[in-house]
């Protein structure tokens, strides 16, 4: 084994220690993300994984002491892992110093606790990507994260794709990645070839998946089984019956209102005995969804600000403030999710 090689196992091998010092603690991880020749973890464990948004302070700078308390907030709701540095976190408004320190601030309040993954993807070239992948490497961060449309503009092939890929592959030094079909600056599906191709590398251990598609989501878990890569799936709609066909777990936007009720849907969706409840709340998050994202930035701090966190209602990426149809939206929204709470016993 070359010395690149075995960076990469190691880093592989400490994203499973941290699985198994969550399982050690009671609690279940982001499940099966494994080093070659690791111990499998089992598959019925499903994970949520928010997409971390970012506070900022009245003037805009980010708020690393409310960040904190978000961290802490998700952790307490059932969190087994976090992606910071993603869109919901306004990743494209931040500078590249604010995406390493915010990063940074995550990994060290997780603590180790769970696996932490950050965006990385970042430059006009594989050499910029590269670059800016290690130093978020050296945050400690367990993975990096690749948005599909960094490596190739809409018009062009999967060949042209894997090119890239193939380029910035070999400047990171065998990291552990993951890979995300981010909407902006346009939605990039995953493609066969390309998850092939990928999966080849031995380095995928991570993928965030927004096509909505359940029998998308089905083809990519047959053709990663066994592979050591977790699916995490963005779409509310179809959140159960991906985690019943083997995805990871969830990695949804209504984490950012209701994080402990998709807690407790990725903790009971295979449980027999709670099949008919987790039915249940499937149709009601599919509804509330759609009526509860409009300003999605500001509407979803202001949700967890009933829950007892302090975010002041500021964005970079707002256009417009929260109105007050949109609060009373959000206020009858959360009296809502405490009556589901009440019904399926969370606290």
Not at 24 to 39: I, V
Not at 166 to 171: A, F, T
Not at 177 to 186: N, Q
Not at 258 to 279: G, K, L, N, S
Request: aromatic share 8%.
């Amino acid at each position: 084994m070359n010395e690149k090689q075995s960076t990469g196992l190691a880093q592989r091998r400490r994203f499973l220690k941290h699985l198994i010092v969550g399982m050690a603690a009671g609690t279940a991880p982001l499940p099966r993300l494994q080093a070659k020749n690791a111990t499998t973890l089992p598959a019925d464990q499903k994970s949520f994984v928010p997409v971390m948004l970012t506070p900022y302070k009245k003037d805009k700078s980010i708020d690393y002491k409310g960040l904190e308390a978000l961290t802490d907030h998700y952790l307490e709701a059932g969190a087994k892992g976090m992606f910071a540095n993603c869109l919901s976190s306004e990743m494209y408004e931040l500078t590249p110093e604010e995406r390493l320190r915010v990063t940074k601030t995550v990994v060290k309040r997780v603590n180790g606790r769970f696996p932490v993954v950050s965006t990385g993807s970042f430059g006009s070239n594989a050499g910029e990507k590269a670059d800016f992948t290690k130093r978020l490497a050296d945050t400690g961060v367990d993975a990096v994260i690749c948005i599909t449309a960094h490596f190739a503009e809409a018009a062009e092939t999967d060949e042209a794709m894997i090119r890239r890929l193939e380029d910035y592959l070999g400047q990171t030094e065998s990291l552990a990645l993951g890979t995300y079909e981010c909407p902006r600056p346009y939605k990039r599906i995953l493609s066969r070839k390309v998850l092939a191709f990928l999966l080849e590398t031995d380095r995928l251990v991570y993928h965030k998946d927004t096509t909505e598609d359940i029998d998308a989501i089905r083809e990519k878990l047959a053709a990663s089984r066994g592979s050591g890569l977790d699916l995490y799936n963005a779409h509310m709609g179809s959140a159960v019956g991906s985690l019943r066909e083997g995805a990871a777990g969830l990695s949804p936007i209504a984490g950012n209102y209701y994080p402990e009720v998709i807690a407790w849907m990725c903790q009971h969706a295979t449980d027999p005995e709670r099949r008919e409840d987790v039915d249940w709340l499937q149709e009601k998050v599919r509804e509330m969804e759609t009526r509860i994202t409009a300003n999605y930035q500001l509407s979803s701090r202001y949700y967890l600000n009933k829950s007892g966190l302090q975010l002041e209602l500021t964005s970079r990426g707002a256009n417009q403030p929260l109105t007050p149809d949109q609060r009373l939206v959000v206020d009858r929204a959360y009296a809502e999710v405490q009556v589901w709470k009440e019904r399926l016993g969370i606290s």
